[in-house]
């Protein structure tokens, strides 16, 4: 009965690889996000999607793309990993612009 | 722009002794203002929020925060620390207009020690 799910959990790749990350939430919310946190754990929001509609997608290289096949998910998905990407990578979801909840992540390591 | 900031990294307290956990911000309309807590090796957990009404809101763990217009602050505040209350805590704002993307501040470790 997990609200806000993430896979994988882990995951460790080469440079240059492409890979995806993902989401589901099962509370019924509108509204999903992506958020990446660094090694300072520094939390950054990615994009945000309210009824599989883009409404913010921030200063995020274009190798990083989303994608929302319905309401309950929402997807990452990374082409030719660089270093740089190494991080912490939170899923979450809102019923509007109110309280989020987030995944438990999925980390990112980039050799 | 809006902006949240957290002027300390590390708050260390005497468990049993009150804690607070700092947080200013910067909207150019009324704010909604929400406390977070992450725990290592997991996601952020919502602690409470202020969108109007009561400036003092109550939240999970005994924790409350009180939001303060006139200093633009909304400081986390507990009266007895927890060892267990070690982890780190995040204020994050966003502005009451439209589909405004929430602010997230650089986040606090609370050391809470025995």
């Known amino acids: 009965d997990t609200a806000v799910s993430q896979t994988p959990k882990y995951l460790v790749t080469q440079m240059g690889n492409d890979k995806s990350i993902k989401c589901e939430q099962n509370l019924g919310h509108d509204t999903m996000y992506w958020y990446k946190q660094d090694s300072k754990k520094f939390l950054k929001i990615m994009f945000s999607y309210n009824n599989k509609e883009l409404i913010i997608n921030e200063t995020v290289p274009n190798r990083f793309s989303p994608k929302s096949p319905d309401k309950a998910h929402l997807n990452l998905h990374i082409n030719s990993l660089e270093l740089g990407d190494s991080a912490v990578y939170f899923c979450?979801?809102?019923?509007?612009?109110?309280?989020?909840?987030f995944g438990p992540g999925t980390r990112l390591t980039v050799l | 722009a809006q902006s949240v900031a957290q002027p300390e990294d590390q708050v260390n307290v005497a468990e049993g002794n009150p804690l607070t956990v700092k947080c200013t911000y910067s909207v150019s309309g009324n704010p909604y203002l929400f406390w977070y807590v992450q725990y290592p090796n997991r996601g952020l957990q919502f602690l409470l929020k202020y969108i109007t009404g009561d400036n003092l809101v109550k939240g999970s763990y005994g924790f409350e925060a009180e939001f303060n217009k006139s200093q633009t602050s909304f400081h986390l505040k507990k009266p007895s620390a927890l060892v267990s209350d070690s982890a780190l805590y995040f204020c994050a704002v966003r502005d009451s207009g439209g589909y405004q993307k929430v602010t997230f501040g650089t986040g606090t470790k609370l050391q809470v020690i025995p």
């Open positions: 979450a979801s809102s019923p509007g612009v109110d309280t989020q909840y």
